[in-house]
């Protein structure tokens, strides 16, 4: 009997421990990219369960298609593409010139990328048929992306890596590039879960009504404010310095060096910021002139404003989205190979007028550069001038990033290589020195002076509240006015 009962119990203790652990199990954290090209091109991040996690628009038009609608996040993958459809064809994205459906899934995890790959392409032709529309899904790769991908090799001949890349990691690089928060460069170097994760991470903090014209008035905006709090703030370590100075006869540079690092890091973030805007070849407005030879090619000479964005430009981004829906929408066979070597052609002439413009504003931006290092130079000077000369070398030393970063802007300059993502790299070397920089202010004054001048400098802040009233009307007014640009295209198609 005791027998009996002791078996009953480890039975019970067995079952109940495999219940436990079944339980516990950790989900399945696999995440894919689902990518739609109707034109409207819309990235949905989904999980392992096939849910949206989140949702962006690659595009104007995608901005207009998703204005206004319920959020998709939480929704069934299949259910959120059926809607994306049925939008696509009732404001007339899908119609009879335009009946292809391009679709990519992208995931470290093969299982689930073929799952997703099922049922999106189920999901487009259902959303169709609800219209009484029927549709052609293929996974063919946009004759645009294809373009920037094999340019991107092209350009990098002597890089093993980039030359394995394949074209579907390529397109993940990419779209995570445009959002301004990586570089391309530093993207393609991340793996697929990297970038699928960093991709939902920086989606979720996409607006839906961000149209470029919004994020520019609102990269102004924070950069006039940030500028004006820099020059209260940021000298607070030095004046404290310079009322103590006998207490710290040899460390009293350090408050001056903080102060340049910080006035350096603020000035690099806030241009790079416009240069990531201003540098995309691919929305650069172009001249009319050059854009009538490539209508010709299209066969639309006549009928230019095809080939314009929602802004009335043209721009590579809106001829291009043109040539996807023509050549997607083409046969295949010897016509559609002659078209799509006329078309490169065109379009090999657009790209080196984009690039002439964009490095015309870049340029622009050299002499701001050059400003935000005198001002360093500036502060730098006045501290020599009262420096002891057994102090100089030290003082020299804690400020050897800074003239490194000098000597690569011009080395920059020289080269033909200054952009965005060089200002960005020169704005982390001076956000890490300030760091170090402050950490040894830190360690040199106590925690007592120490939180004084943090008091100092949340008083000086306070006393901006006009200044970010000012700054969040701003934004407040680009957003009103992004949403209405939004809303006036949406109805404007409902009613075509």
Same mark, same amino acid.
């Given at each position: 009997?005791?027998?009996?009962?002791?078996?009953?119990?480890?039975?019970? /203790?067995? &079952? %109940? !421990?495999?219940?436990? @652990?079944?339980?516990?199990?950790?989900?399945? =954290? #696999?995440?894919? $990219?689902?990518?739609?090209?109707?034109?409207?091109?819309?990235?949905?991040?989904?999980?392992?369960?096939?849910?949206?996690?989140?949702?962006?628009?690659?595009?104007?038009?995608?901005?207009?298609?998703?204005?206004?609608?319920?959020?998709?996040?939480?929704?069934?993958?299949?259910?959120?593409?059926?809607?994306?459809?049925?939008?696509?064809?009732?404001?007339?994205?899908?119609?009879?010139?335009?009946?292809?459906?391009?679709?990519?899934?992208?995931?470290?995890?093969?299982?689930?990328?073929?799952?997703?790959?099922?049922?999106?392409?189920?999901?487009?032709?259902?959303?169709?048929?609800?219209?009484?529309?029927?549709?052609?899904?293929?996974?063919?790769?946009?004759?645009?992306?294809?373009?920037?991908?094999?340019?991107?090799?092209?350009?990098?001949?002597?890089?093993?890596? /980039?030359? &394995? %890349? !394949?074209?579907?990691? @390529?397109?993940?690089?990419?779209?995570?590039? =445009? #959002?301004?928060? $990586?570089?391309?460069?530093?993207?393609?170097?991340?793996?697929?879960?990297?970038?699928?994760?960093?991709?939902?991470?920086?989606?979720?903090?996409?607006?839906?009504?961000?149209?470029?014209?919004?994020?520019?008035?609102?990269?102004?905006?924070?950069?006039?404010?940030?500028?004006?709090?820099?020059?209260?703030?940021?000298?607070?370590?030095?004046?404290?310095?310079?009322?103590?100075?006998?207490?710290?006869?040899?460390?009293?540079?350090?408050?001056?060096?903080?102060?340049?690092?910080?006035?350096?890091?603020?000035?690099?973030?806030?241009?790079?910021?416009?240069?990531?805007?201003?540098?995309?070849?691919?929305?650069?407005?172009?001249?009319?002139?050059?854009?009538?030879?490539?209508?010709?090619?299209?066969?639309?000479?006549?009928?230019?404003?095809?080939?314009?964005?929602?802004?009335?430009?043209? !721009?590579?981004?809106?001829?291009?989205?043109?040539?996807?829906?023509?050549?997607?929408?083409?046969?295949?066979?010897?016509?559609?190979?002659?078209?799509?070597?006329?078309?490169?052609?065109?379009?090999?002439?657009?790209?080196?007028?984009?690039?002439?413009?964009?490095?015309?504003?870049?340029?622009?931006?050299?002499?701001?550069?050059?400003?935000?290092?005198?001002?360093?130079?500036?502060?730098?000077?006045?501290?020599?001038?009262?420096?002891?000369?057994?102090?100089?070398?030290?003082?020299?030393?804690?400020?050897?990033?800074?003239?490194?970063?000098?000597?690569?802007?011009?080395?920059?300059?020289?080269?033909?290589?200054?952009?965005?993502?060089?200002?960005?790299?020169?704005?982390?070397?001076?956000?890490?020195?300030?760091?170090?920089?402050?950490?040894?202010?830190?360690?040199?004054?106590?925690?007592?002076?120490?939180?004084?001048?943090?008091?100092?400098?949340?008083?000086?802040?306070?006393?901006?509240?006009?200044?970010?009233?000012?700054?969040?009307?701003?934004?407040?007014?680009?957003?009103?006015?992004?949403?209405?640009?939004?809303?006036?295209?949406?109805?404007?198609?409902?009613?075509?």
């Amino acid at each position: 009997m005791k027998k009996r009962i002791l078996a009953s119990i480890c039975a019970l /203790i067995i &079952a %109940l !421990t495999c219940a436990v @652990f079944t339980g516990c199990q950790t989900p399945d =954290q #696999s995440r894919a $990219v689902v990518n739609v090209d109707v034109n409207p091109s819309i990235q949905f991040v989904v999980d392992a369960q096939n849910k949206v996690v989140s949702v962006n628009a690659l595009n104007e038009d995608a901005q207009v298609l998703l204005y206004g609608e319920a959020s998709f996040e939480g929704k069934d993958i299949e259910q959120a593409i059926e809607t994306i459809t049925s939008l696509a064809v009732e404001y007339g994205y899908l119609d009879e010139q335009n009946k292809v459906v391009q679709t990519s899934v992208s995931s470290d995890n093969e299982d689930l990328k073929n799952k997703l790959t099922t049922k999106v392409n189920a999901s487009v032709t259902a959303g169709a048929q609800k219209l009484g529309f029927s549709v052609t899904v293929d996974d063919e790769v946009a004759y645009s992306l294809m373009r920037k991908y094999e340019d991107y090799k092209l350009e990098h001949l002597d890089d093993e890596q /980039i030359q &394995a %890349l !394949t074209v579907e990691k @390529f397109r993940l690089a990419l779209n995570l590039s =445009q #959002s301004g928060k $990586v570089s391309l460069d530093v993207a393609v170097k991340m793996d697929e879960k990297q970038l699928i994760d960093k991709i939902s991470e920086v989606d979720k903090k996409v607006k839906n009504f961000a149209t470029k014209a919004y994020e520019k008035a609102k990269a102004l905006a924070q950069n006039a404010y940030d500028e004006a709090v820099g020059v209260l703030v940021d000298n607070v370590y030095n004046e404290y310095y310079l009322t103590h100075l006998l207490a710290h006869p040899t460390t009293f540079y350090y408050g001056s060096a903080y102060q340049s690092y910080k006035l350096a890091s603020r000035g690099f973030g806030a241009v790079a910021k416009v240069m990531t805007i201003a540098e995309n070849i691919y929305v650069c407005p172009l001249d009319s002139a050059v854009v009538e030879n490539a209508a010709q090619s299209f066969g639309i000479a006549d009928q230019l404003d095809q080939l314009k964005d929602n802004d009335g430009n043209y !721009t590579l981004e809106s001829i291009c989205a043109y040539a996807d829906k023509v050549i997607k929408n083409s046969e295949e066979g010897v016509e559609l190979e002659q078209l799509k070597t006329q078309i490169d052609a065109q379009i090999n002439t657009l790209v080196n007028e984009a690039k002439d413009e964009v490095a015309e504003l870049l340029a622009q931006y050299e002499p701001q550069i050059r400003e935000i290092i005198s001002k360093v130079n500036d502060v730098v000077k006045s501290v020599e001038n009262v420096m002891p000369a057994t102090l100089k070398a030290s003082f020299e030393e804690s400020m050897s990033t800074f003239n490194e970063v000098v000597t690569e802007f011009e080395e920059a300059i020289e080269s033909g290589t200054f952009n965005s993502a060089k200002v960005y790299e020169f704005q982390a070397k001076m956000v890490d020195k300030a760091n170090k920089m402050l950490a040894l202010i830190k360690a040199d004054i106590g925690d007592e002076a120490f939180n004084e001048c943090q008091n100092v400098i949340s008083s000086r802040q306070q006393s901006l509240d006009q200044l970010k009233t000012t700054m969040e009307n701003a934004i407040a007014q680009a957003e009103e006015q992004a949403k209405n640009f939004l809303s006036s295209l949406k109805e404007s198609r409902k009613e075509n």
